[in-house]
């Protein structure tokens, strides 16, 4: 069975770092894309961030975090991170992870983590 | 950038259908995919590639697009499919979700 555990959620300060991670069983980690949504409270889906398995040109992301998250993976681990700086207010939300369908993004997410809550806030 | 629009809520008698319209420019031409979320839960795939369902997901669930127009039609509904939908678009090098829907079953 697949299974995607996101952790690393907290309280941080505006203005402040943090790193969510996301681990993956059940499946070959290294041969499919990843990606990270996010859900404010309240509000609707967004897509944050995506990778490949090669990495470089197969990373993208939403404008709205562009240059200040980072998207990386260690297949060694079966893991997904996620760096988050200079947070802001409007970055508070849960943050799921979610598989792709192959290699590449672009596809569809299928199956998400239970999601990890950020909460930015002084 | 593309944005995909969907009503803010459905509401549907119990054995009724439901339908869900997600819509943007030229959206027949891409692949759309539906996401159904019930409170404190994380999203589940519904529909994929337009019409499909996954392994699991009812028969009464099931989807079409042309046009500007895409739609998630729900028979006989149940209680149990309360919940918030979503389509979902790949476009230009990132994914779009719509808008979202809150389906009550009266």
């Known amino acids: 069975e697949v299974q995607l555990l996101e952790s690393g959620g907290a309280l941080v300060q505006p203005g402040g770092s943090l790193r969510l991670s996301c681990t993956a069983s059940?499946?070959?980690?290294?041969?499919?894309?990843m990606n990270w949504v996010r859900q404010a409270p309240g509000k609707g889906l967004e897509w944050v961030s995506g990778m490949s398995t090669s990495g470089g040109i197969g990373t993208n992301y939403a404008d709205s975090v562009k240059g200040r998250f980072t998207i990386s993976r260690d297949n060694s681990k079966n893991t997904l991170y996620l760096q988050m700086n200079d947070l802001r207010a409007e970055d508070t939300a849960v943050y799921y992870c979610?598989?792709?369908?192959?290699?590449?993004?672009?596809?569809?997410?299928?199956?998400w983590g239970q999601g990890t809550q950020v909460t930015v806030s002084s | 950038s593309y944005e995909l629009t969907q009503p803010l809520s459905v509401s549907v008698a119990l054995g009724q259908t439901a339908r869900i319209t997600c819509g943007a420019n030229n959206i027949g031409s891409k692949n759309v995919h539906w996401y159904q979320q019930k409170p404190g839960q994380a999203p589940v795939l519904v529909i994929y590639r337009d019409n499909n369902r996954p392994s699991g997901i009812p028969e009464r669930f099931s989807g079409s697009n042309s046009g500007n127009t895409a739609t998630l039609t729900i028979s006989r509904a149940q209680g149990g499919d309360e919940a918030d939908y979503y389509c979902l678009v790949w476009d230009s090098n990132i994914y779009v979700f719509g808008t979202g829907t809150k389906v009550s079953v009266l």
């Open positions: 979610a598989k792709d369908l192959l290699a590449a993004t672009g596809y569809w997410l299928d199956p």
């Open positions: 059940g499946f070959t980690f290294s041969s499919f894309a």
